[in-house]
């Protein structure tokens, strides 16, 4: 491919514009980290350059940044010290974030609102059915979030097994249930209070307590814990 300074690049093709254009997350990993980047070197735009560190085998991709060593950067033609530097210093704040995990970087589950809130933005006006799984370590600040289901404007069809496979996996010690009727009526369904029922029992039996089941249609909810169906 013939190289091309980046004054020869279309306009609308240049991170820097697209960027002002339409903002962060319209942008490719390979213009994003051009634009980090900020020069090239005479034989390669920033384009060329960021692409060039991406496709290292060590890196792979955006997530393999954080893999990469001080060597392998500057080993790279356009690579000197101080893009090292920046670049390993992104990673690092990348690889921090993602070990932030104490109580003040997760929400705590106080009551059947707090749940509702948490989901309300995703969940109010979907048009079809989703269930999500909330687990919660053992002060009940919220370890992940997960969709492990999703139907059609009727219904989703899930069992406990995939809940407790999903709690699982993230070392859950209890668990919250979490799914929205597209009509906007909360009342649940029999085949709600079946999955309910059949999820508490199973739960007894691996010592994952399922705390609630909240049903969210448009800007309501309904509770089975508030509703007396968990005792």
């Not at 999500?132 to 069992?159: F, P, Y």
Request: hydrophobic content about 40%; aromatic content about 6%; overall charge negative.
């Amino acid at each position: 491919m013939k190289h091309m300074a980046m004054k020869e690049i279309p306009v609308d093709q240049r991170p820097y514009d697209k960027f002002e254009a339409f903002g962060p997350a319209a942008l490719t990993e390979v213009e994003l980290l051009a634009i980090l980047l900020r020069s090239g070197h005479p034989a390669k735009n920033s384009l060329e350059l960021a692409r060039e560190i991406l496709e290292l085998p060590e890196v792979n991709g955006v997530g393999g940044l954080m893999n990469v060593s001080y060597h392998n950067l500057t080993a790279i033609r356009g690579i000197g010290k101080v893009k090292a530097i920046q670049l390993l210093t992104l990673a690092e704040l990348a690889r921090r974030i993602m070990k932030c995990n104490n109580e003040a970087c997760r929400p705590k589950i106080i009551d059947p609102e707090s749940v509702a809130s948490l989901f309300r933005a995703d969940l109010a006006f979907c048009r079809v059915e989703q269930v999500w799984l909330t687990c919660l370590d053992t002060k009940n600040h919220v370890l992940a979030r997960e969709m492990i289901s999703q139907g059609t404007v009727h219904s989703t069809l899930i069992s406990p097994r995939e809940i407790y496979i999903c709690a699982m996996k993230h070392g859950a010690v209890s668990i919250i249930l979490v799914h929205n009727h597209p009509s906007g009526d909360c009342t649940p369904s029999t085949e709600d209070m079946e999955l309910t029922m059949r999820t508490i029992e199973a739960g007894k039996n691996l010592g994952i307590e399922l705390l609630d089941h909240i049903i969210i249609g448009g800007d309501t909810y309904y509770s089975f814990k508030e509703h007396g169906v968990f005792k």
